[in-house]
């Protein structure tokens, strides 16, 4: 196999992959610096699992140097889509829009078994179009935790019994909360003091079911502010576990209703408490460039969404807040801190909490391995990462970890858990609206769920509250 | 070189799988596909395997296993090299490193460390960093690069000027020898007896055998550090001052010099801080005792701006130091900005010829129709100048091997070198008689046949095999004059 110098075989024509331009490809020039700063490059040394690797696997692919075998499936989607390559390219390259071309391409052509095309019409289409219906679902999945079935299914071990992925699904289970914290937050949600601005919150899909505290304490943080806080009840899903999971159209589709609705909310900004939720709506430009209907207006709305940390960390937090002794660690969710760059703005929002020490986390940027339903779809890397994370958590000797990301905050508990460790997981806005409850001055009604009350030192303890 | 069956690559595959593991082999052509190039991809070639050993046992079984079965092999670290070194040029099979990362022993009391060789460059200087140690050798790729890599290519870095390449910081070496033996070179002590064998086996390229460990020298971190920018309209001024720095007397750490069109892509990849309407900036850090500092530090800018400096100025802090030396480091890969490929020379000058070959350069290159960015360590005259192109438009790729040829034989002919820190690897086989005579080469052929009498460690590199360069598409055996006149063998 003499080497050669001869011209790569090209197809004519933009390079493409399932309709998607992934020209981006032509930025990388190979110089590998992503390398060491790709998880699953680090866990397993093996080229086709690095950023440089598979975006020359993506290139060969648009170009027809090989096909979609068994091993490139494998090796695609095995990355995180966690775009810390992106974080330290020289060249620039749009590694996360290639990565979502390439996962939507497999989707064409390898939909799977008729279970696994069904679980998945299920989840992506049919619950997250429909809240009503993830209302439902949530409402069953309480009733299955409370009556003790749950409890009877993880100590019996019926779980290892269940299909495909599901086993990991139901260890990840989060506790659903009661049916008022699941209920819809109020359409408006005045300014506290002087207005600043008009805002609108984006209450997600799952994350207004599992986690409605986060979103109330975001709104009461945003009204502390002295933002108006627009909740527009006909907001859906923002479609990023669509286009994450490689169902472009759906993606689409879903982009066109949420700018539809919060254009009509009328607002300055468009605040989100869920990283993918935020990178994947500043993508929205990108993502209906082609359609003539909605290209300006999508870029508008794209420019207009701000993630909680960053929107409030722009300036001084509006006192008074009061001390929340106690110890903690920042861990950066990766479409936080990759997909948006956010990286400087949470540390200096908790620096303002008095009484509350922050301590750096070692490689607090890498992903934890949740990466949407990464946890779900490739377990066995996903602890791999989970491990790594946790054991920097452990050596930090924070009381608390305070992240920005509900998935974040799932993996990461659960992985606690397995170490036998009760250090809590909290949402910065959590720990943001207790220093604002913790001055007594509230003027919101006090509507917590014990979830989301981060107990003051010594005794932080909400591992059990996470564990049923 | 044997062709392999696919029964016969089953049958390896299964033996290999039986020394290491079963999931470090990899023998897909898919995934084979991953490992065509290293950091140049001027240049592909595939292997039949790529096994990934986690001892220098497994090496020496793997190396063992080829010898038997006549394939040849060649070591790989991050894939990060810049002269085609790692390339399977006759196929069989890749080792890769990667699983050999761990730091074995850290002596801070003797200042060196024990490493494996697939450690990442700099994540060694971050695990001695919080004891106020580091590793000096620093390349551009250091975050991504290995020691073993550094180790095979000698490498240097901006802090070169002052405290010497690769080889300086290296005390002895854990050999596989490419008849699959385990040998010791050096040891743990500054002196040794007998023939320097780790200063012989340091450069070596992998062709004289396969590292699987080192004993590397660790510094004490330098009590203070001043990284001062100069800013100039014209790039002849910018050489002026770097020999202006070096005549006064001054040893700085590094002199990189960063050029017009080179600044674009990193300000905008980073936004470094690097004027964007400058023709050239230098990038010069002092470090050591912070007596005498300032006044060094002084001397420096009075060098610069007595060659027509526009701007000289001191990084404020340590952040903005960090990010000037991100834009420099992170150079090559910025150029994905500007354009889709490039190939870096690796030319070596005397100082004193910077302006006259920086100006020829870039008329060589501007004849073939392409377009230049340097950026390289100024002080030891080691240039880098990356011909920028698009391996999509036919022909592009010839043109740049031929300008790249013109600019090897320009360095040879002021009196300096083909390669200062990137190897000789694939790509500049052809340059060596540039600068050797073929005595020489056939001296070198020696020294290669001692350690390597086989020829399967790491073949077709380093030494010519070509009779020109210009050619494109598979290249065949053709005896080099050399050979035909009965001075050299081809192993």
């Given at each position: 196999?003499?080497?050669?110098?001869?011209?790569?075989?090209?197809?004519?024509?933009?390079?493409?992959?399932?309709?998607?331009?992934?020209?981006?490809?032509?930025?990388?020039?190979?110089?590998?610096?992503?390398?060491?700063?790709?998880?699953?490059?680090?866990?397993?040394?093996?080229?086709?699992?690095?950023?440089?690797?598979?975006?020359?696997?993506?290139?060969?692919?648009?170009?027809?140097?090989?096909?979609?075998?068994?091993?490139?499936?494998?090796?695609?989607?095995?990355?995180?889509?966690?775009?810390?390559?992106?974080?330290?390219?020289?060249?620039?390259?749009?590694?996360?829009?290639?990565?979502?071309?390439?996962?939507?391409?497999?989707?064409?052509?390898?939909?799977?078994?008729?279970?696994?095309?069904?679980?998945?019409?299920?989840?992506?289409?049919?619950?997250?179009?429909?809240?009503?219906?993830?209302?439902?679902?949530?409402?069953?999945?309480?009733?299955?935790?409370?009556?003790?079935?749950?409890?009877?299914?993880?100590?019996?071990?019926?779980?290892?019994?269940?299909?495909?992925?599901?086993?990991?699904?139901?260890?990840?289970?989060?506790?659903?909360?009661?049916?008022?914290?699941?209920?819809?937050?109020?359409?408006?949600?005045?300014?506290?003091?002087?207005?600043?601005?008009?805002?609108?919150?984006?209450?997600?899909?799952?994350?207004?079911?599992?986690?409605?505290?986060?979103?109330?304490?975001?709104?009461?943080?945003?009204?502390?502010?002295?933002?108006?806080?627009?909740?527009?009840?006909?907001?859906?899903?923002?479609?990023?576990?669509?286009?994450?999971?490689?169902?472009?159209?759906?993606?689409?589709?879903?982009?066109?209703?949420?700018?539809?609705?919060?254009?009509?909310?009328?607002?300055?900004?468009?605040?989100?408490?869920?990283?993918?939720?935020?990178?994947?709506?500043?993508?929205?430009?990108?993502?209906?460039?082609?359609?003539?209907?909605?290209?300006?207006?999508?870029?508008?709305?794209?420019?207009?969404?701000?993630?909680?940390?960053?929107?409030?960390?722009?300036?001084?937090?509006?006192?008074?807040?009061?001390?929340?002794?106690?110890?903690?660690?920042?861990?950066?969710?990766?479409?936080?801190?990759?997909?948006?760059?956010?990286?400087?703005?949470?540390?200096?929002?908790?620096?303002?909490?008095?009484?509350?020490?922050?301590?750096?986390?070692?490689?607090?940027?890498?992903?934890?391995?949740?990466?949407?339903?990464?946890?779900?779809?490739?377990?066995?890397?996903?602890?791999?990462?989970?491990?790594?994370?946790?054991?920097?958590?452990?050596?930090?000797?924070?009381?608390?970890?305070?992240?920005?990301?509900?998935?974040?905050?799932?993996?990461?508990?659960?992985?606690?858990?397995?170490?036998?460790?009760?250090?809590?997981?909290?949402?910065?806005?959590?720990?943001?609206?207790?220093?604002?409850?913790?001055?007594?001055?509230?003027?919101?009604?006090?509507?917590?769920?014990?979830?989301?009350?981060?107990?003051?030192?010594?005794?932080?303890?909400?591992?059990?509250?996470?564990?049923? | 070189?044997?062709?392999?069956?696919?029964?016969?690559?089953?049958?390896?595959?299964?033996?290999?799988?039986?020394?290491?593991?079963?999931?470090?082999?990899?023998?897909?052509?898919?995934?084979?596909?991953?490992?065509?190039?290293?950091?140049?991809?001027?240049?592909?070639?595939?292997?039949?395997?790529?096994?990934?050993?986690?001892?220098?046992?497994?090496?020496?079984?793997?190396?063992?296993?080829?010898?038997?079965?006549?394939?040849?092999?060649?070591?790989?670290?991050?894939?990060?090299?810049?002269?085609?070194?790692?390339?399977?040029?006759?196929?069989?099979?890749?080792?890769?490193?990667?699983?050999?990362?761990?730091?074995?022993?850290?002596?801070?009391?003797?200042?060196?460390?024990?490493?494996?060789?697939?450690?990442?460059?700099?994540?060694?200087?971050?695990?001695?960093?919080?004891?106020?140690?580091?590793?000096?050798?620093?390349p551009s790729s250091q975050q991504a690069c290995t020691i073993g890599g550094n180790i095979a290519n000698n490498s240097g870095g901006p802090h070169t000027l002052k405290y010497g390449v690769t080889v300086n910081h290296i005390l002895g070496l854990e050999v596989v020898m490419p008849d699959g033996e385990i040998v010791w070179l050096g040891g743990k002590t500054r002196e040794s007896q007998g023939y320097d064998l780790t200063g012989v086996f340091v450069g070596s390229e992998g062709t004289f055998g396969i590292a699987t460990k080192a004993i590397v020298r660790i510094l004490r971190k330098p009590q203070a550090v001043k990284t001062v920018l100069a800013v100039f309209e014209r790039i002849e001024q910018a050489s002026g001052a770097v020999s202006a720095i070096i005549a006064r007397g001054l040893v700085p750490a590094a002199v990189e010099m960063i050029d017009h069109l080179t600044i674009q892509a990193v300000e905008d990849a980073f936004g470094c801080g690097y004027p964007r309407d400058a023709a050239a900036a230098l990038l010069v850090e002092l470090d050591g005792l912070t007596v005498g500092m300032e006044a060094q530090a002084e001397r420096i800018s009075e060098a610069c701006r007595d060659n027509g400096a526009r701007e000289v100025r001191t990084a404020r802090d340590e952040a903005e130091r960090q990010l000037l030396w991100k834009g420099r480091k992170s150079a090559f890969g910025a150029y994905g900005r500007i354009s889709p490929a490039y190939m870096v020379m690796d030319g070596v000058i005397p100082r004193t010829k910077l302006p006259y070959v920086l100006g020829r350069v870039n008329e060589i290159v501007a004849t073939h129709g392409l377009r230049v960015g340097n950026v390289f360590h100024a002080g030891d005259g080691n240039l880098h100048p990356n011909i920028l192109y698009d391996p999509r438009t036919p022909g592009e790729e010839a043109r740049v091997v031929a300008a790249g040829a013109e600019i090897m034989k320009l360095c040879a002919a002021v009196g300096g070198s083909i390669s200062?820190?990137?190897?000789?690897?694939?790509?500049?086989?052809?340059?060596?008689?540039?600068?050797?005579?073929?005595?020489?080469?056939?001296?070198?052929?020696?020294?290669?046949?001692?350690?390597?009498?086989?020829?399967?460690?790491?073949?077709?590199?380093?030494?010519?095999?070509?009779?020109?360069?210009?050619?494109?598409?598979?290249?065949?055996?053709?005896?080099?004059?050399?050979?035909?006149?009965?001075?050299?063998?081809?192993?």
């Open positions: 196999m003499a080497p050669t110098m001869a011209e790569q075989p090209t197809r004519h024509g933009p390079l493409e992959l399932h309709g998607l331009s992934v020209e981006g490809v032509n930025q990388c020039v190979h110089c590998g610096l992503c390398l060491a700063y790709c998880p699953t490059f680090s866990e397993l040394g093996t080229e086709m699992d690095s950023p440089r690797g598979r975006i020359h696997m993506i290139k060969s692919l648009a170009a027809g140097r090989i096909a979609l075998s068994d091993s490139v499936v494998e090796h695609l989607s095995l990355c995180l889509d966690c775009r810390a390559c992106e974080t330290v390219c020289p060249a620039g390259v749009p590694y996360g829009r290639l990565i979502e071309a390439a996962k939507a391409e497999i989707e064409r052509q390898r939909p799977g078994r008729p279970l696994r095309r069904l679980l998945r019409r299920l989840s992506l289409r049919l619950l997250l179009e429909h809240p009503a219906l993830l209302r439902l679902a949530a409402a069953s999945l309480r009733v299955y935790q409370i009556v003790g079935l749950q409890g009877l299914v993880r100590r019996s071990g019926i779980a290892r019994l269940l299909p495909g992925t599901l086993p990991a699904w139901e260890a990840l289970l989060p506790p659903i909360p009661g049916a008022s914290e699941r209920a819809p937050l109020p359409p408006l949600i005045p300014a506290e003091g002087r207005k600043r601005a008009r805002v609108a919150l984006l209450t997600g899909c799952v994350q207004a079911v599992v986690f409605g505290a986060h979103n109330r304490a975001t709104a009461r943080i945003l009204a502390k502010n002295g933002y108006e806080v627009a909740v527009p009840p006909e907001q859906g899903c923002c479609g990023a576990l669509n286009a994450h999971g490689g169902d472009h159209e759906r993606a689409v589709d879903m982009a066109r209703r949420a700018i539809d609705v919060f254009e009509r909310a009328g607002v300055d900004a468009v605040v989100v408490n869920t990283s993918g939720c935020g990178a994947h709506m500043k993508n929205y430009g990108l993502l209906l460039a082609n359609d003539p209907a909605y290209a300006e207006r999508a870029m508008r709305l794209a420019r207009s969404v701000r993630d909680i940390s960053e929107f409030l960390g722009r300036e001084p937090l509006r006192g008074p807040l009061g001390p929340v002794p106690m110890t903690v660690t920042y861990h950066d969710p990766c479409h936080v801190v990759h997909g948006q760059k956010i990286r400087t703005e949470p540390r200096k929002l908790l620096a303002q909490i008095p009484g509350l020490k922050v301590v750096e986390l070692q490689e607090s940027d890498w992903c934890c391995g949740s990466a949407g339903i990464y946890n779900l779809t490739q377990p066995e890397m996903a602890t791999r990462l989970l491990h790594r994370k946790v054991n920097h958590i452990l050596a930090t000797g924070a009381e608390a970890v305070v992240t920005a990301n509900p998935g974040c905050i799932l993996q990461i508990q659960a992985g606690l858990r397995a170490h036998g460790s009760e250090v809590p997981v909290l949402h910065i806005v959590e720990v943001l609206d207790r220093a604002y409850k913790s001055e007594g001055a509230s003027t919101a009604p006090s509507e917590t769920s014990p979830r989301s009350i981060a107990p003051a030192k010594p005794a932080l303890d909400r591992a059990g509250d996470v564990a049923p | 070189m044997a062709t392999l069956t696919d029964s016969r690559k089953r049958e390896l595959r299964r033996e290999l799988e039986t020394v290491v593991s079963p999931g470090a082999v990899l023998s897909d052509p898919d995934e084979l596909l991953v490992y065509e190039s290293d950091g140049l991809t001027l240049f592909r070639a595939l292997a039949d395997f790529v096994v990934f050993p986690t001892s220098a046992e497994q090496v020496a079984a793997i190396v063992k296993l080829a010898n038997r079965e006549s394939l040849p092999f060649v070591a790989r670290g991050a894939g990060t090299g810049l002269s085609g070194g790692c390339l399977p040029a006759e196929g069989g099979i890749v080792i890769s490193l990667m699983r050999m990362n761990r730091i074995l022993e850290i002596d801070y009391d003797n200042l060196l460390a024990v490493v494996e060789p697939g450690l990442v460059n700099l994540h060694l200087s971050w695990a001695v960093g919080p004891r106020g140690y580091y590793y000096a050798p620093d200062g820190e990137h190897g000789i690897g694939l790509e500049k086989t052809d340059f060596m008689p540039f600068i050797f005579s073929a005595t020489d080469l056939t001296f070198m052929q020696r020294l290669k046949s001692a350690f390597n009498p086989t020829g399967r460690c790491n073949p077709g590199k380093v030494f010519p095999t070509r009779k020109s360069c210009g050619e494109a598409g598979p290249v065949a055996y053709r005896p080099h004059p050399i050979e035909e006149k009965g001075l050299a063998q081809r192993f």
